[in-house]
């Protein structure tokens, strides 16, 4: 069992290093019982994104339930890319036997925000998105940069395919896997942070 | 599978329904991207307790693998209670057989907090504590209340025994189960939400 989820700190690595990003904590009783609130964005670490976040009014948390949290997973190793996940990188995998991919790029040797990091291209989004999948997940707190309107997240998204952020693949070799991704249950959201694991 | 988790929104039952334990969200996008943030009191809907929570420099999220959230689980029956679970209502259970104990009481079937709620008696946490068990759980937002000084938590806590409080018991059956209790990853805390499955 390998646990594949960013540790959640004031200090951690957040997108595009915004500080609104960091979570902060609060102590609110240290005796007798110790008792801490946190204030944190659904986007934080490890999370899953529901259509909401990119779709107007699109499906939110309270439209899956946790059937879609579990599946059988490939983890695809692409580390050996600089740029982009392009379609000829997928090509092989038969699409139709799993339930998740997961993409482990250059990005799980990194503590810090990375702006280049490596990402899913609209291309390889459209071939996944014809699949049955029900989610997709990269080692980067983003899935795409630099492609005008998010066509990787619509494309997903709009396919009612989940789409998880800020896995942590470092440890983990190319293969198949029962994957965990379990969110929070937050009613009506566009996120939330996750607690994923491979066995 | 069956989701045994309360759902977080800002209307929620809450412990002695104290305003200070409900959590708020602010919506700080909403276009392209929508993006919410939560306040959120660590011991919100259902959470796990880890040892920091009532002891002086015990263990916390950081101590504890993945290995100590799943496993085999068995739920007892003991709606017919009204205050209290005792010794006398566990001693036909084989704990050894078991990592999890889940107890289904009355609390279920509340949608409102009582402050009366059935709890499990300090008797009863001692005969658990002597096991091997990774964790106790119950359908209340506390597993006691009215003994001076957190003798359940106390002896489960200190035995490296995980409480699981607000879980949603009320469509389960009494049985064996797998049980898959996942909470965030936040570093050095007391507790956190968990989502908590059945299969």
């Known amino acids: 069992m390998i646990d594949i989820t960013m540790k959640i700190k004031e200090d951690m690595k957040v997108y595009k290093n915004k500080a609104s990003k960091k979570p902060a904590f609060k102590v609110v009783s240290e005796s007798p019982v110790y008792e801490t609130d ?16 990119m779709i107007k009014d699109g499906k939110n948390s309270n439209d899956y339930d946790i059937n ?34 997961l993409f482990k790029t250059k990005n799980s040797f990194s503590d810090t925000f990375n702006p280049e990091f490596v990402y899913l291209s609209e291309e390889a989004a459209a071939l996944l998105a014809s699949s049955n999948l029900k989610g997709v997940g990269i080692d980067a707190l983003g899935i795409e940069r630099e492609q005008e309107g998010h066509p990787t997240h619509q494309l997903l998204l709009s396919n009612d395919i989940l789409i998880y952020e ?34």
Request: negative net charge; charged residues 25%.
């Open 166 to 199: 800020g896995l942590d693949l470092k440890d983990v070799e190319e293969g198949v896997y029962e994957f965990i991704g379990l969110p929070t249950k937050i009613e009506g959201v566009e996120a939330s942070p996750v607690r994923a694991i491979l066995r």
């Open 38 to 53: 946190v204030v944190l964005n659904l986007h934080t670490g490890t999370h899953v994104d529901f259509p909401k976040h």
């Open 68 to 101: 879609h949290f579990l599946g059988k997973c490939y983890v695809v190793d692409v580390t050996f890319l600089n740029r982009r996940i392009l379609k000829k990188d997928i090509t092989s995998i038969n699409l139709d036997t799993y339930d998740f991919i």
